[in-house]
């Protein structure tokens, strides 16, 4: 910091004739950039505004004019897109799978990952290579044989079996990103905790995974996004089973075809769109933290 | 790392209040490596368990498709044939299938380099765009631009598609109701959509929305990472901004867009979501179908699990064989020469 400071003063010496900060180019591009970014901006948030005011007109409003504020803010859309199209019973399925997946994952994810990292074993390379693989094949690949499987030990159709599968599928890159982060931790920690009799167990529970607490929270946050988001497994394994959200969306979009209850249509985005919207916005610093953890280490 | 250090002892201290219900053997006498219950169990449970799970419904499924694809199997009959490389002979000289393939490949050469130019032109953008005077600064409130253009990321792809369906929706949609507003009154009723010539960039341009923001955010990340110094020094040396962009940041965070590249080239392999959210069926003249789509329908209405499996086989060569073009191209081009400077 001292030496930025110091070369800055350095440079206004040295400039001192030409001493406004801003020369005129850097206002243009200043002005340039923020135009350029201001548009974006627009391109993203607009649809999702017209989406969240179009959840509070009637059809024949949608069509009569795109822009045209509601005539009354009324609820109707959501109580029918919660009650009837059963948006809200979809999402409970998409808490309870995506939250136990996760925690599941989390914990074999980090275990695995802690093994693999920590220990040298006939065949550590081989299962390393193993999680490599799973992680380049598409899942398109896997999902007629997956639902067979499934309908062999009678997990088709049902949210326990859509859970483990979840697991599986997220396990490679919970995996590889926590293998990194278990490598980089200190051996004199664990060589302490066994010298103070601590057990396998007890060493990772109580040392290690306490430890790997911010690798733990980036990969939560990128499993929870990728699950929240899936939709090609549940509508292959879970086609005829109770719904999960992403599922029950489409569903909703499909039967209602080119008629009916658009209002309805657009209220059940917004409910999908918002709460992690909210969950975003509120803990967006860490996400940003968290994607660069991941780059630049 | 010192806090880390304090943390752990901090744990310790408290570890050696609680009881272990067991009667744990004495640690220290585990040196040699006799295999302790302990032991066996934690491998057991920290490896096992996890690899199975992962075998059973991961490798194990790929595995199968493999052999699958070369057989008639129709999944619900109990027998399946054995026929070589048919299936394979099949879906080249299938019209439909091949069409979904160069849709594929269209996909492949543009989403990438359009995501990540776009991309990339934000983030240098946010992070170089303020005054050329003094330490290299950003744009100011630059992170509001960060946290609006995560958004979409933060969106269930079948959310975009369903949301994107009804902007392009012909006489209600939001596209047609500016541009009518603008004067053009030719899009009135125009079907974005229902168009071959436009269904296709249509959805291009609703894939590239929802991921500029994540990769920019990715990019912003990487430019931070380099040393401030660097571009301190370019700019003593004489070099503007758009010289700074090409030969600094490009180069040094070569990595990042070489992962960016080859995740967009993957998912622009599969697309399968946002394809069956905006045209289900395919698209006008099926302009806009893709192979996940006719494995999909393959497989799961028409039954035939055999030729599906041959699809998957293909769109796994397919994802193999870019992302080997990828690193290839990288390396060719001098991506794993240290960049000096």
């Known amino acids: ?297 | 790392m010192t806090s880390v250090k304090g943390k752990s002892l901090r744990v310790d201290g408290g570890a050696s209040a609680v009881v272990a219900p067991e009667a744990a053997p004495p640690v220290y006498k585990r040196r040699r490596k006799p295999l302790t219950f302990d032991k066996i169990s934690f491998f057991v449970v920290f490896l096992g368990l996890p690899l199975a799970i992962y075998i059973v419904f991961v490798i194990s499924p790929f595995v199968q498709a493999f052999g699958y694809s070369l057989t008639d199997w129709s999944g619900f009959s109990p027998k399946q044939n054995f026929i070589g490389l048919e299936n394979y002979r099949r879906l080249f000289t299938d019209d439909i299938f091949m069409k979904a393939m160069g849709n594929n490949i269209l996909l492949v050469i543009v989403l990438p380099i359009v995501t990540i130019v776009l991309s990339l032109v934000l983030a240098t953008l946010v992070t170089v765009g303020g005054s050329s005077r003094g330490q290299t600064k950003g744009l100011r409130n630059s992170s509001f631009y960060r946290v609006v253009s995560f958004f979409p990321y933060t969106i269930p792809a079948i959310a975009i598609g369903i949301m994107w369906g009804q902007i392009y929706d012909p006489s209600g949609g939001l596209l047609n109701g500016i541009l009518t507003s603008l004067g053009m009154e030719q899009f009135k009723s125009f079907a974005w959509l229902g168009d071959k010539n436009t269904a296709m960039i249509a959805t291009m341009f609703v894939i590239v929305w929802g991921f500029i923001g994540f990769y920019m955010v990715l990019f912003v990340a990487g430019i931070k990472g380099i040393p401030a110094e660097l571009f301190e020094a370019a700019r003593i040396d004489g070099a503007g901004r758009f010289r700074t962009a090409v030969s600094i940041t490009i180069p040094l965070i070569r990595d990042n867009i070489q992962t960016a590249y080859i995740y967009m080239g993957i998912l622009a392999l599969d697309a399968f979501v946002y394809m069956a959210a905006l045209n289900s069926g395919g698209g006008p003249d099926n302009s806009t179908l893709v192979m996940s789509q006719q494995l999909f329908f393959t497989a799961f209405t028409k039954g035939q699990f055999g030729l599906a499996s041959a699809m998957g086989v293909v769109l796994a060569i397919a994802t193999l064989i870019f992302s080997g073009l990828v690193f290839l191209v990288n390396r060719l081009t001098g991506g794993d020469k240290d960049v000096s400077l």
């Open chain 1, 1 to 297: 910091m001292t030496t930025q400071t110091a070369s800055r003063e350095m440079k206004s010496l040295h400039f001192n004739e030409r001493k406004p900060a801003m020369t005129p180019a850097d206002k243009v591009v200043g002005a340039v950039s923020h135009t350029a970014l201001t548009i974006w901006s627009l391109i993203v948030i607009l649809p999702l505004l017209w989406t969240f005011m179009s959840s509070f007109k009637t059809s024949s409003e949608i069509f009569a004019s795109p822009f045209a504020l509601p005539s009354q803010w009324r609820f109707d859309n959501y109580v029918k897109a919660w009650t009837e199209a059963g948006i809200g019973s979809y999402f409970l399925n998409s808490v309870i799978v995506v939250g136990s997946a996760l925690v599941i994952v989390m914990v074999l994810g980090a275990m695995c990952a802690y093994v693999l990292a920590r220990y040298v074993f006939f065949g550590s390379k081989a299962i390393y290579y193993l999680m490599l693989a799973g992680l380049t094949f598409p899942i398109f690949l896997a999902m007629v044989p997956l639902f067979f499987i499934m309908r062999n030990i009678g997990l088709l159709n049902t949210l326990p079996g859509l859970t483990l599968v979840y697991v599986g599928f997220a396990l490679p890159f919970t995996v590889f990103f926590l293998f990194s982060f278990f490598k980089s931790l200190p051996h004199e920690i664990t060589e302490a905790a066994a010298l103070d009799g601590a057990g396998e167990w007890r060493t990772f529970f109580q040392v290690m995974l306490p430890m790997a607490k911010p690798g733990l929270a980036s990969v939560a946050i990128f499993n929870f996004l990728g699950l929240w988001n899936q939709f090609l497994i549940p509508v292959a394994i879970n086609a005829a089973g109770p719904r999960v959200l992403s599922q029950g969306l489409a569903a909703f979009a499909g039967q209602m075809g080119y008629a009916v209850d658009f209002g309805a249509l657009f209220a059940a985005v917004t409910v999908t769109v918002v709460p992690v919207l909210i969950v975003y916005v509120i803990f967006q610093r860490q996400l940003q933290g968290s994607v660069s953890q991941g780059t630049s280490k």
